[in-house]
Nanobody, 121 residues
């Protein structure tokens, strides 16, 4: 079992930056690929990006490529989502998830509770 807790969300102006953290507890965090998803009001949950278990590989949705960076620190059992050049359309609840690097949310076994990110224009 893996428990995931996101933090770092908040209100930011367009063009600003935020860094989200996802702290994991439980066994074998360092063996899991991790993903970030987001869900805006009235919309389906969408893939943001993912990182391999080692951190050596990352992939991103086209909508965030070049603006968001995913990293991880396995010694701290934490994965990060650095969000730069934020836009109003980035407003959503952001979730981290474990045990896959797919863009399909159904392939992830574990989910955090989410953290709200609001970008004001």
């Amino acid at each position: 079992q893996v428990q995931l807790v996101e933090s770092g969300g908040g209100l930011v102006q367009a063009g600003g930056s935020l860094r989200l953290s996802c702290a994991a507890s439980g066994r074998s965090f360092s063996s899991y690929a991790m993903g970030w998803f987001r869900q805006a009001p009235g919309k389906e949950r969408e893939f943001v990006g993912a990182i391999s278990w080692s951190g050596g590989r990352t992939r991103y949705a086209d909508s965030v490529k070049g603006r968001f960076i995913i990293s991880r620190d396995n010694a701290k059992n934490t994965v990060y989502l650095q969000m730069n050049s934020l836009k109003s359309e980035d407003t959503a609840v952001y979730y981290c998830a474990a045990d896959s690097s797919s863009n399909e949310s159904g392939l992830y076994s574990y989910w955090g509770q989410g953290t709200q990110v609001t970008v004001s224009s």
